[in-house]
Nanobody, 117 residues
Framework: QVQLVESGGGLVQPGGSLRLSCAAS????????MSWYRQAPGKERELVAG????????NYADSVKGRFSISRDNAKNTVYLQMNNLKPEDTAVYYC??????????WGQGTQVTVSS
């Protein structure tokens, strides 16, 4: 059974940091491109960051470059998103996504991130 379980979301003040984790099971994690997406209320889901199966290269949305960092640990079947200098506009549900050659894809259930004072 395939599972992507996100954790680490919560409420944080502007300028604060959070680290999201996504634990994967049920598929060969090390073969998949992993990404983080987010969806804010009333907006479309957007790509935040992605990382290849080997861990490099990575790519980021312009809005998070220099503030967010994606990484993965293939031994732990886990992908991370370190988010620094958070802004209110980063408030969204963050989703973990796994993709294999554009043919197979899985989504996590999402974790809420709220940036507010």
């Amino acid at each position: 059974q395939v599972q992507l379980v996100e954790s680490g979301g919560g409420l944080v003040q502007p300028g604060g940091s959070l680290r999201l984790s996504c634990a994967a099971s049920g598929f060969v994690f090390s073969s998949y491109v992993m990404s983080w997406y987010r969806q804010a209320p009333g907006k479309e889901r957007e790509l935040v960051a992605g990382i290849t199966s080997a861990g490099s290269p990575t790519n980021y949305a312009d809005s998070v470059k220099g503030r967010f960092s994606i990484s993965r640990d293939n031994a732990k079947n886990t992908v991370y998103l370190q988010m620094n200098n958070l802004k209110p506009e980063d408030t969204a549900v963050y989703y973990c996504h796994a993709d294999w050659n554009g043919r197979v894809a899985y989504w996590g259930q999402g974790t809420q991130v709220t940036v507010s004072s």
